[in-house]
């Protein structure tokens, strides 16, 4: 098993920065790819940012394509996603997610699963 944590999440005004940070443990390794879907009030859950086991391969939604960054911490087992120029339809639960080696764009793919961490952004 592997557990995600996330941490990051907050309250902050539209063109501003916040950066999330998903830690894992437990039966760990380097070889999982990991990621973050964000799921808003009312809305189905979408796909942000993932990247694959070594780093070399990363992918985005279009929608934050350009203002948001993944990176992983392979030593740390941590991935983060610096997210810049947020704007208030960037609000939702965002959530950590961790498959063995190659990314996906799709949520059924990933076994693995965080508690999510709000973010907010006002107007």
């Known amino acids: 098993q592997v557990q995600l944590v996330e941490s990051g999440g907050g309250l902050v005004q539209a063109g501003g920065s916040l950066k999330l940070s998903c830690a894992a443990s437990g039966r760990t390794s380097t070889n999982y790819a990991m990621g973050w879907f964000r799921q808003a009030p009312g809305k189905e859950r979408e796909f942000v940012a993932a990247v694959n086991w070594s780093g070399a391969d990363k992918g985005y939604a279009d929608s934050v394509k350009g203002r948001f960054t993944i990176s992983r911490d392979n030593a740390k087992v941590t991935v983060y996603l610096q997210m810049n120029s947020l704007k208030p339809e960037d609000t939702a639960v965002y959530y950590c997610?961790?498959?063995?080696?190659?990314?996906?764009?799709?949520?059924?793919?990933?076994?693995?699963w965080g508690q999510g961490t709000q973010v907010t952004v006002s107007s």
């Open positions: 997610v961790a498959k063995f080696r190659v990314l996906s764009y799709y949520a059924y793919e990933y076994n693995y």
